[in-house]
């Protein structure tokens, strides 16, 4: 029996490791879909990031031919500002992401960070620019240093403390039995969604990117853990260019600019009390996701009795 047993059970392993391997797979490549297309143009050089100002230059993009997801799209960050990209679901707004890592090239059109076109570097020194801070922080079976480390090889427990400290971090690694060096994930200590996306941000830190990509980071959490991770987003992203991507518009009220994209074309631009003002699709969104809210907390009240 016990020989009938063992490849089943090694074949039980071999299972599991492939899976957590598809996991790690599925978090690291989230926004790609499919195989990345685009190869480097040959002798490329890196991208130098002095400055580290962004811009869509009329980009016009689809996955397949026939149908266009983005529509001559045009929009500038500054260096060191926040956009946010609001919009119906399906609006081409991870597209933009995926543009932006490079993941796809557009038909028309050209992206430009601190003046070079991204079509023209390296897809290395491109994607080491971003930092992504992902909706669903998947952690990999090892230890918390590890996963804060994923992604610079070589970086020390200084950096790792750092970035834990900034992305307020410390609580849990005083709680963990071997702290640092606790195995985490799914065969390890159990994290919740919260500690999770601190360590999303604290492996950003590590990488400490000119260029942070935010998107939907805080759509699986309670009011109140939101509210402390946004303030968290808010102090790493001083000095940094952000795009945030975001469903709910209380979590980006005070980016510097609002684009609200519609069908791939920006449907209207502006700052959220411009938008507001305008009392066109933010506005109308806004007074939905309000009202939304206010009757979320009448059954969380009802709840508490
Ligand atoms: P959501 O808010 O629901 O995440 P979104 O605004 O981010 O939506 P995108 O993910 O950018 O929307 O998708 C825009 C359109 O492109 C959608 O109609 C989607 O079905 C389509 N699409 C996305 N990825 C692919 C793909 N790999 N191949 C073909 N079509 C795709």
């Known amino acids: 029996l016990m020989q009938l047993f063992r490849p089943l059970d090694l074949l039980g392993w071999v299972y599991r490791t492939i899976r957590q391997g598809l996991v790690d797979m599925a978090e ?4 790609i879909d499919t195989e990345t297309e685009v190869e480097d143009a040959p002798g490329a050089p890196a991208l130098v990031v002095r400055r580290p100002s962004l811009a869509f230059e009329n980009v016009a993009f689809g996955y397949d031919p026939d149908r266009q997801i983005l529509d001559g799209l045009s929009f500038e960050v500054p260096a060191g500002s926040t956009l946010a990209i609001v919009g119906p679901s399906g609006a081409g707004k991870s597209t933009i992401a995926r543009l932006l890592f490079r993941f796809y090239d557009p038909q028309e059109g050209r992206i430009l960070i601190d003046g070079q076109d991204i079509a023209g570097v390296t ?19 090892d230890t918390l240093a590890y996963n804060i480390a994923y992604g610079a090889e070589g970086a020390d427990n200084a950096v790792i403390k750092r970035a834990a400290r900034d992305a307020a971090l410390m609580p849990l690694v005083e709680r963990l039995p071997e702290r640092f060096a606790t195995t985490v994930g799914e065969r390890g200590m159990k994290l919740s969604g919260g500690e999770k996306q601190r360590v999303a941000i604290a492996r ?6 000119p260029i942070l990509l935010l998107d939907e980071a805080t759509s699986a959490l309670d009011t109140r853990t939101e509210q402390e991770i946004l303030a968290t987003l808010k102090r ?12 709910r518009l209380s979590t980006i009220a005070d980016a510097d600019r609002i684009i609200v994209l519609d069908h791939g074309r920006m449907h209207e631009s502006g700052t959220h009390g411009e938008l507001l003002t305008a009392g066109g699709l933010y506005a109308e969104m806004w007074a939905r996701q309000a009202s939304e809210k206010g009757e979320g907390v009448e059954r969380d009240g009802a709840a508490d009795r």
């Open 204 to 209: 950003t830190l590590v990488k400490d990117p």
């Open 28 to 31: 690291m490549f989230r926004l």
């Open 123 to 141: 897809q290395d020194s491109l994607r080491a620019a971003i930092g992504i801070v992902p909706q669903d922080a998947v952690l990999f079976n």
């Open 236 to 247: 790493i992203a001083r000095g940094r260019t952000t795009i945030a991507i975001a469903h």
